[in-house]
């Protein structure tokens, strides 16, 4: 089994860390990555450590709100097959302009940094849909 990692590197945010490894694992067992091994880091950072990531590693020199790097093939229990980073700043942002709980936006960004280590994306309509249907599936409780 792939073992989630936290790190928080900003404090904007309480982490729900509970709730996000319990996400975690629906999202594997649903997605039948249960012999997947390895590690997952989850790092929550500010808003100048996204901005960085992103103009580094995409090209795009601003704030955004979740990224996602697939690293090696989780096959061992020492590999980290992969890396998600929240912007806690931007969750709380958006948190407040959609609605919701801080909690529930950290959640659905980590559902979302997530389901992009996983192969999913939304380069069009219809992987867009498909990603909200996923995201929609794994957070209810």
């Not at 990692?5 to 649903?30: E, H, Q, Y």
């Not at 936006?105 to 192969?119: K, P, S, V």
Request: include cysteine.
């Amino acid at each position: 089994m792939v073992e989630l990692c936290m790190f928080k590197n900003d404090d904007s945010a309480r982490i729900p860390r509970r709730l996000i490894g319990d996400l975690f694992v629906r999202l594997m067992t649903g997605e039948k990555k249960r012999r997947w091994k390895g590690e997952l880091n989850l790092v929550f950072v500010d808003n100048q450590e996204i901005r960085r990531l992103n103009r580094e590693y995409r090209g795009k020199d601003k704030v955004t709100d979740v990224l996602s790097f697939n690293i090696e093939e989780p096959n061992s229990a020492e590999a980290t097959f992969g890396e998600v980073y929240i912007c806690s700043p931007r969750a709380v942002a958006q948190a407040r302009e959609y609605g919701v709980t801080v909690t529930e936006e950290l959640l659905r960004l980590a559902c979302h940094g997530f389901l992009h280590l996983l192969g999913y994306d939304h380069e069009n309509d219809k992987d867009s849909a498909k990603m909200r249907e996923l995201e929609a599936r794994y957070l209810t409780r």
